[in-house]
């Protein structure tokens, strides 16, 4: 029996919560909620409740039905009193479900009750139960259906789940390069055999000995089980690669928790606190349902409840003020959480007065770390020093705010989770505070760099493009030297420093003429910054694992990983590395800017070409391959394609393909360069919207060295491939 109660409140657990959340989704808008769903929603968990023998969470379920029943009775809809009410219910009853769930004492809802209105008769007696009629103002009995079946999983247990499938993601990596390697000795085994035939045909000898004759026939063996091993290969990686991809969605079920299970609560905390200072506050949750990893989510709880408690405080605005600039009496706060990226965004905003420049410009200059300046600071400038210690605009200490230190705090946890924080004003006022965190905080896809010598990583989610650019494109502006680019269709100007430089706060010394470097342009939110690098090495899905580093500023990295041949590269802060140049940009940009990479000018440059009758999908994959060094030849269909192979007179290194094509499909020109002797070596990438298995399959038959989906296209997955290729 104890097995089974434990079970049950199990399934009350989530249950209540998917109850309490719809009904309150309802109440953000009370205008448009459903009353009559609302009313089933607490009409259900009144019977949950009942089933678990949670008596109070019963008695409260049913007089706020009771309240709904009068509001549907009425038809007048809900004002605010009856919206506040329904909330103190609805906390009232999360209360006593979470004090349930951890086996502490349930709290006092007499308050809730007494609002509500004096708690319902003792429940009946079965005999009572059988005779008595149903309440007017209830359903009629529905069918019940199945009930869902819970299991409970030990969260630990998810984690090593989690941390087994990241290993076996490594292990069939290390395959995909055997797979490369096969297919390089099936090319090098089909030249052999072109070189002995041409050797043959240049003697002139038409006498042939048995063992010339045997050692063709062995080399054409040879060549054609390699082609039929490199083919399996082919096959057995994409299935494994897919049943992978499965796999890591269902473990993700259970690896991964909705945001709602650890933050669903604090919309109660919020308007309890609210109460207990006798404000008037509206809040409201949103996207809660996303998942991450709980112990992210638990990382982030405390960090969210104090940021809540600071929108109370700092958003507490007199109602002759609010009413004055056009606000509602009520102070509005929201919480939200959405996956954006691979990232868990979560922001909470309030509608108070706004982040006060001149208070944060203050304290940064007591505390030495601003010099008093007659020149305007940009506000993101100001901004970013919120969160340093000490540093607070809240005008007294009181029990909601502190002594500058919980910003501190909160950045401090942001950035040991491998995320950031970062305040603004919003418009026409009020403030947010966007937290950013990884979904998962192990398994990052990182852009992996050489700068001074050393391995970077940079995680892809912060990573806007790659580009090459030479000194001459720079320009210095306010003293900072940028570059003009484009973004979403418009030009910006954005400010280049090498990362190096960066790293270590080097002075920078003056550029080569005409020099060229990679670079890599990060962003948060709408502040860009251009890093160059010495190199751009490989993009990769890999395990960051901890590391306590005292070479690199404290804050910069998220932990370290390992690529192939074991070499390790420090997985570097990318939000971190932005307000690092923040806080130091004129310091930095003191001097001129230093872009010269080593070995640039005896670097191989390879030619790919492009072939796919969209002009706009030729134009973004030429404009991709160029930004990362490679010349790009381009072609309208396979006969296109074929004629340039046969004409040009550059040594073509690999061709990207697409299949539906006017005159001559990706396969047939696939088919007809492995028919050709001269090009039989030469590598083909297929990229179309078409993924069905056949022709997945089809293509890789043919010999096509990988096969991409548009439907899932990412320029560095595309990126990546060419580079395991060439």
Known sequence: MADLRAQLLAAFDIEHREHLESVRRALAAPEDADLREMFRRLHSLKGAARAVDLEIVEHLAHRLEERLAQVIDGGAGLDAATVDLIHLGLDAIEAQADAQREGAPPPDAARALEALGAAPAPRPTPQAKATAPSPPDEPPPQVQERSPEYVRVDAELGQRLNEALHHL???????????????RLRREAGQLERLWRDMRARSGDSRTSNRAVAFEAALQTLTRDLGELARRQSRANWAVGESLAALREQIDEIALAPAESLLGD???MVRDLARDQGLEVEVRTEGLEVRAERRVLQALREPIIHLLRNAVSHGAEAPAVRQAAGKSERLHITLQARARGGRLEVRIADDGPGPDLGRIEAAAIARGLLTASQTPRHPDEILALAFEPGVSAAKAVDRLSGRGMGLSAV??????????ARLRARQPFGAEVVLSAPLSAARQTLVAVEAGGALFGLPSFAIRSLLRLRSGELEIVEGVP??????????????????????????????APGAAAPMVLI????????????????????????????????????GAAILDEDR???VLNPEALIDRWLRNARRLSASALGLAPKGAETKQVRTVLVVDDSITTRTLEKSILEAQGYRVLLAVDGVDALNTLRSSDTLIDLV???????RMDGFALLQAIKADAAFARLPVILMTSRDDEADVRRGLDLGAEAYITKQKFDQRELLATIGRIL
């Open 656 to 662: 990207v393909a697409d299949i539906e094509m006017p």
């Open 523 to 558: 962003h948060r939110g709408d502040r860009h910054l251009l890093l160059a690098v010495d190199d751009i090495v490989d993009v990769r899905e890999l395990t960051v694992q901890d590391l306590d580093d005292s070479r690199i500023a404290p804050g910069l990295t998220l």
């Open 568 to 570: 390790p590269l420090l």
């Open 482 to 511: 940028s570059a003009r680019i484009q973004i979403d269709g418009s030009d910006i100007v954005t400010p280049v420093i090498p990362l190096n430089a960066l790293l270590n706060e080097a002075v920078l010394e003056p550029p």
């Open 169 to 183: 993601s490594s292990e069939v990596q290390i395959e995909a390069a055997q797979v490369e390697l096969t297919q």
């Open 266 to 268: 604090l919309g109660r």
């Open 411 to 420: 950045g401090q946890s942001l950035a040991a989770l491998g995320g950031s």
